[in-house]
């Protein structure tokens, strides 16, 4: 079976620290989604890739997050410098583009900034 | 505006009883239609997804959802509750307009299954 690989499982930072998190998605995929999801605020959408190109980084604080695709096998969410509010699991997802294709996610990151 | 809303946050049933839970959406585009279930540490994985034909679908571990397009509902359901359903379940939303690849997420429901 195809998954999504994130990396790595389990963070756990001081703040003021540089984190940095991977994803691989599926090959032949050519959508990728950088989710958040905290109890608070459930699934947020942060940004999303299609052909390696951002198109929507909307969701992003942009003074402290950023995310690239350096190729079409990684994804990568930074935030530096990583603040306490940040603690959330991170999920990566894939997909093959529009319509009725679902979406595949991986096991997500667990971030704790203290 | 396009939205999903899932009503309860959390949904108590006994084993062996009827699972109903409940997704509605409001939108001026054909929605696709997706269930996701989350096992404690893990990922999303797809249950089941509605595109078009028949508006019964059914989908793994036993679930299905019926799309009624009157009652703009998509609500997931399972005749016989087992323990290993507790889980929290995601009703997913992609607007059909063009080019568009998001999916809108509901806020979930947690699934507590009682001996």
């Known amino acids: 079976d195809a998954r999504v690989t994130q990396t790595p499982r389990h963070k756990v930072t001081e703040m003021g620290q540089e984190v940095t998190m991977r994803c691989q998605p599926i090959l032949g995929h050519n959508t990728v989604f950088w989710y958040r999801q905290t109890m608070m605020q459930g699934l947020e959408l942060l940004a999303y890739?299609?052909?390696?190109?951002?198109?929507?980084d909307s969701g992003m604080p942009k003074d402290r997050f950023s995310a690239e695709m350096p190729d079409a096998t990684l994804a990568t969410l930074k935030i530096q410098p990583s603040e306490p509010r940040d603690s959330a699991v991170y999920f990566c997802a894939s997909g093959p583009g529009p319509g009725d294709s679902p979406l595949h996610f991986g096991n997500g990151t667990r971030l704790t900034v203290t | 505006a396009q939205s999903v809303t899932q009503l309860g946050s959390h949904v108590s049933v006994s084993e062996g009883a009827l699972v109903l839970l409940r997704c509605n959406y409001s939108s001026s585009v054909p929605p696709y239609l997706f269930w996701y279930v989350q096992y404690p540490n893990q990922g999303l994985q797809l249950l089941l997804k509605y595109t078009t034909g028949a508006t019964l679908v059914k989908g793994i571990n036993g679930f299905e959802a019926e799309f009624k397009k009157s009652e703009t509902s998509f609500h997931l359901t399972k005749p016989s509750a087992h323990m290993s359903d507790a889980a929290e379940y995601f009703c997913?939303?992609?607007?059909?307009?063009?080019?568009?690849?998001?999916?809108?997420f509901g806020t979930g429901t947690r699934l507590t299954i009682i001996p």
């Open positions: 890739f299609r052909n390696r190109a951002p198109l929507d």
């Open positions: 997913a939303v992609r607007f059909a307009f063009f080019g568009n690849e998001k999916l809108t």
